[in-house]
Nanobody
Framework: QVQLVESGGGLVQAGGSLTLSCAAS?????????VGWFRQAPGKEREFVAA????????RYADSVKGRFTISGDSAKTTVYLGMNALKLEDTAVYYC???????????????????WGQGTQVTVSS
């Protein structure tokens, strides 16, 4: 069973950039998994941000981050990155990494289909 460890959150000014990392524990591989990023702001529901499915390299993005965020994985398939550019105040949230094996494409954007979750990392965008 894969465990997920997020890192890279922090405080950044609006317009700035951050890169989040999601590592599979003990060097486990994400091979066969889909890995997604979700976020939750105070008082709001958890929302989909981006996802990648290693089989075929398919990616999905929320409309709110399309063109600003990029999800990618390393060649060893042990770490997934979320590159975030042109950050806005409304990007402030706790960001969670999630993974699931055998994900079908139509389920990639829905958090209920992910079985493994990280502890979350705070991203705060200031004006």
């Amino acid at each position: 069973q894969v465990q997920l460890v997020e890192s890279g959150g922090g405080l950044v000014q609006a317009g700035g950039s951050l890169t989040l990392s999601c590592a599979a524990s003990s060097g486990r591989s994400f091979s066969g998994y889909a890995v997604g990023w979700f976020r939750q702001a105070p008082g709001k529901e958890r929302e989909f941000v981006a996802a990648i499915r290693w089989s075929g390299g398919t990616t999905r993005y929320a409309d709110s981050v399309k063109g600003r965020f990029t999800i990618s994985g390393d060649s060893a398939k042990t770490t997934v990155y979320l590159g975030m550019n042109a950050l806005k105040l409304e990007d402030t949230a706790v960001y969670y990494c999630a993974a699931a094996k055998g994900m079908i494409l139509s389920s990639m954007t829905q958090h209920i289909h992910y079985s493994h979750w990280g502890q979350g990392t705070q991203v705060t965008v200031s004006s």
